[in-house]
């Protein structure tokens, strides 16, 4: 029987690679009055359901397609989480009910 | 008999009709090759244009880089062939690991459209042996993610190799600066404007020398660059061709 793995996929620049994103976002931290913040970095956070039979090979799609597709593996790191899984053929029934 | 260069259109290609009209001038015949195409139809050269293929999105070049005519053209790079990708397409080039380094955001964060000057540190090549005597070289970039990007390490080693082609340059032809310097319009480490590969075959570089390849346009300093490979890749297909004959007549 086949599962859905729900991951997020984490993407962040690596330590050292110029973000100016981040340091914009940091830059106007001062027109709201809040002190005390620093190193913010911006990334991208991807969700995707695999389907596979178990969380090991689930996770190993995963992250597979972090590393060759999501993120660039020169400039940027990537961090794969489980959120959540589910039994594939109950989520196709109620995806179903709930068309119903 | 002209030679043949092909051109790849991506979905969001923007700049593939400039780039044919620029082959055209410069003698060569443009065929347009379609994305979905694995066939590269004989081409004796390759350029990828400038646009925002399939969106930008996720990250500018990267699902471009897996499409089926790419596969073709890592392939034809692979064995020798001559390929340019300017703007978007160096971005291409680069997420397919066929240049090295990445591009990065503007560090002013701006999609920047303007004139900009690069000077050509590397003549003999087959992307710039007919620059000419131009220094340094105006033509226009329209980007928002053209900070080059590559470790201390590679950097050093592309510029001990010659594989650094253009640097972004002040008018007065000195080398522009990293940061706060306009000279450099994205942040550029060492102000590399384009680089080419190991090889030597496979190059890539922000600034649009195809928009800058008549004086209609206000600047033809870009069409030596256009005019060198086009000749570039004529040669390489008479060398081919006579290769071909050689072996025919044995």
Redesign the interface.
Known sequence: MSTDFRFAVNVLPKPG??D??GR?VEGSLGHLGIDGVSAVRVGRRVELTVTASGEAEARATAERLAGE??S?P??EAFRVELLGATSSTTSAASTGASRA | MSVRIGVVVFPGSNCDRDTTHALALAGAEPVELWHEQASLEGVAGVILPGGLAYGDY??AG?IAR?SPVMRSVAAFAADGGLVLGICNGFQVLA?AGLVP??L??????RFLGRDVRIAVEQADTPFTHLAGERRPLRMPIAHGEG?Y???AATLDDLEATGRVLFRYVRSDGSTAGEADDPANPN?SLRAIAGVRNAAGNVAGLMPHPERASEGLLGSDDGFGLIRSFVESAAAGAAATTAVGTEVGAR
């Open positions: 690679i110029l100016p994103q914009a597709l999501l660039n020169l400039i | 996720l990250r990267v897996f997420e380094g990445a990065l955001r503007n560090r002013g964060l900070c990007y590559a470790d942040g």
